[in-house]
């Protein structure tokens, strides 16, 4: 990995940052919603438990969402929501084993595969891939030689092992297919870039090239506009409680839900909407927002399938 102050050919806790920082998140909270308002209600040593309130959208501790899990060891969906849960809160170790356990019901998924690869690389103190997250990748590889974030970090094992030219070049493949303002765009150009200066190779007219195909993203009109988070907002969200960040997020894709509903016919919201449930830990949520955005936009069908299959939706 590239991110400036690393050395690939040395290991330790600061190559490891280096790839934490560079990660492409995608089931692991890197897909922030409102500049990264999303947190889970924990329990502090002494706090005593508030009683849960009557509400659709109460937002669960992580304690119920490992209760929820164990009581069905098969059960994906809980385990998924359980591994993000805990990578939020930094629990990278649990969260890999959580993930460990979505796959055991669904073997087949290869988001799951390579989320569980990303957790092992940040619970590791040493190694910048420990051997089971590039195991983890390369499954995921196998089973969608597509996916984003594999294809990011087995490029990231060519750089470790030398081959920066190697890398650059996988990366800048993967940066063709990655469509405009997806959440690891900014992340990929800079790596790059990064890399580039730092073993002297040229990179500004191949990332031209790389993103001169790429289709343009719709201007938002004021007739399907969306309004997002003001910079007010997004800046007064990081005094709030973690556990009220959350509501807040929650109410936010709830509301935006609602004006899809009212106005269906907007492909650029299905997809903010999309990227929103993935944020929370909803993968079935987000697998029928796709199923509705394609219902209500059918000559958008394969613009919605590319952008849900970049964030690992089911029925992409």
Do not use: C
């Not at 730092?198 to 191949?206: D, L, N, Q």
């Amino acid at each position: 990995m590239t991110d400036g102050n690393m050395d690939s050919q040395g290991g330790g806790k600061a190559a490891k940052s280096a790839v934490s920082r560079g990660g492409l998140a995608l089931l692991a909270g890197g897909v922030l919603l409102a500049g990264g308002i999303i947190g889970y209600r924990t329990l502090s040593d002494g706090e005593a438990e508030q009683p849960a309130a009557v509400d659709e959208q109460a937002i669960p501790t992580i304690e119920e969402l490992q209760a929820r899990a164990e009581a069905d060891p098969l059960n994906s969906e809980a385990w998924t929501e359980l591994g993000f849960a805990l990578s939020e809160t930094g629990e990278f170790d649990a969260a890999a084993r959580a993930y460990r356990q979505a796959i055991e019901g669904d073997k087949t998924n290869p988001a799951l595969w390579s989320a569980l690869g990303e957790m092992r690389i940040y619970a590791s103190d040493r190694d910048p891939m420990p051997a089971e997250a590039l195991a983890a990748f390369r499954e995921a590889f196998k089973l969608d030689p597509t996916d984003y974030r594999a294809r990011y970090f087995l490029a990231v094992q060519k750089d470790l092992d030398g081959d920066h030219e190697g890398a650059i070049a996988d990366w800048l493949a993967l940066l063709e297919d990655t469509p405009p303002g997806a959440p690891w765009d900014d992340n990929l150009h800079r790596t790059i870039e990064q890399s580039g200066k730092k073993y002297g190779i040229e990179t500004k007219s191949r990332i031209a090239k790389a993103t001169a195909g790429r289709p343009d993203v719709p201007e938002l009109t004021a007739g399907n506009a969306i309004p997002g988070p003001t910079k007010d907002q997004i800046e007064g969200a990081s005094a709030i409680p973690p556990g009220e960040q959350r509501d807040m997020a929650v109410g936010m894709v709830e509301s935006l839900e609602g004006k899809l509903k009212a106005n269906p016919r907007n492909p650029d919201g299905w997809v903010m909407l999309m990227r929103s449930r993935v944020t929370l830990g909803e993968p079935d949520k987000a697998a029928k927002a796709l199923k509705d955005a394609i219902a209500a936009n059918p000559a958008s069908a394969d613009r919605l399938r590319a952008e849900a299959k970049a964030l690992g939706v089911a029925g992409a």
